[in-house]
């Protein structure tokens, strides 16, 4: 069956810093890739996604993620982070031929100002 | 457009008791989708539409129902309400199942006692 794994499930960081986190994926087919967000009190909102081709996919608020096919991931990353940025992350999967998106446990990263 | 609606935003249910979570996408969608979110267990799919007339089960179907007699409308319905179904539920909608990014509603808060 399909997972998906991401393994930082709290992240507190200060304003500016680097963030990185973690989405492994389960399945050998085709994928296509999603980052969702979702600020306090707030629906999903999608950040960004990967259908194909380059696997350096930008998306809104200066987000970016990676396809690593052959490590079965789809990092985000952000270079400097803003106290609003504090959300929950979610990493979601879904795969050619099938109706399902699954998600992941999700990220909850605090910045601190 | 509204996009996803959801109605009502907070219930509380008595054991036992029945009821029906609205749905609604004004965008034309084929696809429709309801799933429940959790502390620590991200988004569980509970049961999806890949058009009018056609449903199918996710993760965790047990105690719901589902029907699409409209292209616009998914309503979820609790059968016997229990504890364990105490979650956030939301509903989603997107143009094509599996390949296009989904749009969320604000979803709904209900509390079983």
């Known amino acids: 069956a399909q997972s998906v794994s991401q393994h930082n499930h709290h992240v507190i960081l200060s304003e500016a810093a680097s963030l990185e986190l973690g989405c492994n994926y389960s399945?050998?087919?085709?994928?296509?890739l999603f980052w969702y967000v979702q600020y306090p009190g707030q629906h999903l909102q999608l950040l960004l996604k990967?259908?194909?081709?380059?696997?350096l996919v930008k998306g809104i608020k200066g987000f970016e993620a990676e396809f690593i096919k052959s490590k079965f991931s789809f990092n985000l990353r952000k270079p400097s982070v803003q106290w609003s940025d504090t959300a929950e992350y979610f990493c979601a999967v879904s795969t050619s031929g099938t109706y399902k998106y699954i998600f992941g446990t999700g990220t909850r990263l605090k910045v601190l100002a | 457009n509204a996009g996803v609606t959801q109605t009502p935003k907070f219930q509380v249910l008595k054991t036992g008791q029945s009821m029906t979570l609205q749905c609604a996408q004004d965008m034309n969608h084929e696809y429709m989708s309801w799933y429940r979110q959790d502390p620590g267990m991200g988004l569980r799919l509970i049961h999806y539409s890949v058009g009018a007339g056609i449903t199918d089960q996710g993760e965790v179907p047990n105690g719901y129902n589902v029907s699409r007699s409209t292209t616009e409308d998914f309503p979820l319905r609790l059968l016997s309400a229990a504890p364990s179904q105490t979650s956030v539920y939301f509903c989603?909608?997107?143009?094509?199942?599996?390949?296009?990014?989904?749009?969320f509603g604000p979803g709904t808060r209900l509390t079983v006692t």
């Open positions: 990967y259908f194909s081709g380059d696997p």
């Open positions: 989603a909608s997107s143009y094509r199942p599996g390949s296009n990014e989904q749009y």
């Open positions: 399945y050998g087919g085709t994928v296509n």
